[in-house]
């Protein structure tokens, strides 16, 4: 089923029954590049992850590089600042593990916002 219909029907149904709808989109077209290295560190200490496993991770992500194919041609090497490496059998474990964090960061935050406004009776 095509996204944008499922959301639509999803919006229909809560609205034919008064209720409300929370929704957040997340666009994963180019998410291995946009991995936070600072970010993932931060996710997989929270995990529990043990300080020389974080620590080679680290290292594997410091001073990679990269070039871009042109029309023209080969790009000249260039440092990165993100993302997980390519081909890396890590990649997808870190990613997940990065996104799985970023939603029980926004989880905690809306059982906040949910919390503060709304008042016992």
Known sequence: ?????????????????NRQLHVAYIGI????????????????RGYGMPPFLLQLIRDLH?????RV????????VFYTTSGVRQGCIL??????VQLIGSCDTVLVALELML????SPT
Do not use: C
């Open 115 to 118: 919390a503060t406004s709304i």
């Open 91 to 96: 990649a997808p474990a870190l990613f997940a």
């Open 1 to 17: 089923m095509d996204a944008i219909l499922a959301l639509r029907l999803l919006a229909e149904l809560h609205r034919n029954f």
């Open 69 to 76: 194919r042109t029309p023209q041609g080969m790009s000249d």
């Open 29 to 44: 077209k180019s998410a291995f590049d946009s991995v936070d290295s600072v970010a993932l560190s931060k996710v997989l």
């Open 62 to 66: 410091t001073g990679t590089t990269a």
